[in-house]
T-cell receptor, first 112, second 108 residues
Framework: EAQVTQNPRYLITVTGKKLTVTCSQN?????MSWYRQDPGLGLRQIYY???????DKGDVPEGYKVSRKEKRNFPLILESPSPNQTSLYFC???????????FGSGTRLTVV | AQRVTQPEKLLSVFKGAPVELKCNYS??????LFWYVQYSRQRLQLLLR??SRESIKGFTADLNKGETSFHLKKPFAQEEDSAMYYC??????????FGPGTRLSVLP
């Protein structure tokens, strides 16, 4: 089944403790992206990647890092999480032959 | 710059009433427009893509380049249509831009 898989689905962590949210797609899509979704603010793009080793900042990149060493994986790294990064995070992928954006199930992160 | 606006944060209609969710965009070229839907506690799902010009779950959307709009319409709303709806723009392989979303509430 074609899908975007994010892990974990839920995560509670403490301020300053590095964490990684993984994202993997099995559709050979070139384009991958991370969004955060907050009440009243909609979806805001954090980072995106056009292809392997090609990444660029979205609207709210501060406090986040990404890497794209393989086409299928696009992990989101929070080096020193802070409470204002408590949010619902979505990974998405898109390919030139695809119908549209495919989203993962989301990761609900709470930083205390 | 690319931008997508959805003027209504919340839209409430009664079951059986017509629905129109507004979307306007700004883009200098010819973008690709989408509507995504997010049901409670679920992932975003693609609802419509303007190129396909098809109807999904009774929803349709027409791209009006003159008014730079891509409004989503349904003639008779159902309770199961209650969800968050996002309009999005893409420049064919470049970045995606999402609107702020409109929460549709269909009342019984």
């Amino acid at each position: 089944e074609a899908q975007v898989t994010q892990n974990p689905r839920y995560l509670i962590t403490v301020t300053g403790k590095k964490l990684t949210v993984t994202c993997s797609q099995n559709m050979n899509h070139e384009y991958m992206s991370w969004y955060r979704q907050d009440p009243g603010l909609g979806l805001r793009q954090i980072y995106y990647s056009m292809n392997v080793e090609v990444t660029d900042k979205g609207d709210v990149p501060e406090g986040y890092k990404v890497s794209r060493k393989e086409k299928r994986n696009f992990p989101l790294i929070l080096e020193s999480p802070s409470p204002n990064q408590t949010s619902l995070y979505f990974c998405a992928s898109w390919g030139v032959s695809s119908y549209g954006y495919t989203f993962g199930s989301g990761t609900r992160l709470t930083v205390v | 710059a690319q931008r997508v606006t959805q003027p209504e944060k919340l839209l409430s209609v009664f079951k059986g009433a017509p629905v129109e969710l507004k979307c306007n965009y700004s883009y200098s070229g010819s973008p690709e427009l989408f509507w995504y839907v997010q049901y409670s506690r679920q992932r975003l799902q693609l609802l419509l893509r303007h190129i396909s010009r098809e109807s999904i779950k009774g929803f349709t959307a027409d791209l009006n380049k003159g008014e730079t709009s891509f409004h989503l319409k349904k003639p008779f709303a159902q309770e199961e249509d209650s969800a968050m709806y996002y309009c999005a723009l893409s420049n064919y392989g470049q970045n995606f831009v999402f609107g702020p979303g409109t929460r549709l509430s269909v009342l019984p």
